[in-house]
């Protein structure tokens, strides 16, 4: 037998007794068996390295290879949890892995079970469900939730938060209103987002020399900003300046 089959073949049994000892999901074990070489890099990556390395960075290319190779894992084990048990924590946490697998009408049917009793007017289950509601394509129900939120929790809202209302108020078609949500926040938002989707409103108002004024602070902000500023804003940059031509 060649050696490097033999070499193959030892390696595939480390991992799957590795897999086996230290609780890994079962689907590694068959994803192993079944391609020995690529099965074996990918878990050595996935969970080898990061155990190694103990490093953010590690464990974030661990769950981007996770995610390509199994990517409703998570989804799978949020819906295991809910099965056994139906509770606010089990409800939240199945809710948000479908927002996060694009099922948002899953989310709002989540959301909307878990606001009762105690939880009726709970502000982190009111947003999230907002937030559900925006990615489905409700904006009317979701500017209701905000508006909720308003009256029983007036000072809840994060920035993120604030920014989502104004995205609610202008998918709802209530240009104006969400002019003012996104004028009252950009001065406070760590990004160029709100000042960028307010300059895509005057656009689409018809109002270009406002819009474009905007689109040049964007700019300026960020070539004068940080390298770390400039790399986590570059769709913002790529989009003024699109609109600049």
């Not at 079944?34 to 990061?50: D, K, N, Q, S, T």
């Not at 007017?121 to 409700?138: K, S, T, Y």
Request: charged letters at 25%; hydrophobic letters at 45%; proline letters at 5%.
């Amino acid at each position: 037998m060649p050696a490097i089959v033999v070499l193959v073949l030892l390696t595939q049994v480390g991992f799957v007794v590795h897999a086996a000892r230290t609780g890994r999901p079962r689907w590694w074990i068959m994803v192993i068996i079944m391609a020995p070489g690529a099965g074996c890099l990918a878990y050595f990556i996935a969970e080898v390295v990061p155990d190694l390395l103990g490093s953010r960075a590690s464990r974030q290319a661990a769950v981007r290879v996770a995610d390509l190779i199994d990517p409703d894992r998570d989804y799978r084990a949020a819906a295991d949890r809910f099965a056994d048990a139906d509770t606010v924590e089990t409800r939240q946490a199945l809710a948000r892995e479908a927002l996060r697998r694009n099922r948002p009408e899953e989310a709002v049917m989540l959301y909307e079970g878990a606001l009762t009793g105690i939880h009726a007017n709970d502000p982190h289950l009111l947003l999230a469900l907002a937030e559900a509601q925006v990615a489905a394509g409700r904006p009317d129900e979701a500017v209701q939730r905000f508006e909720q939120l308003h009256q029983e929790h007036p000072r809840f809202l994060s920035t993120d938060g604030r920014l989502l209302y104004a995205r609610a108020l202008e998918a709802a078609d209530c240009p104006h209103e969400a002019m003012d949500a996104y004028e009252a926040l950009i001065a406070d938002y760590p990004g160029e987002e709100a000042r960028c989707r307010l300059a895509l409103l005057h656009i689409r108002l018809g109002q270009i020399d406002r819009a474009h004024r905007l689109l040049r602070e964007t700019l300026t902000r960020i070539e004068r900003a940080p390298r770390h500023y400039k790399e986590s804003q570059r769709p913002w940059q790529a989009l003024a300046k699109q609109h600049l031509g």
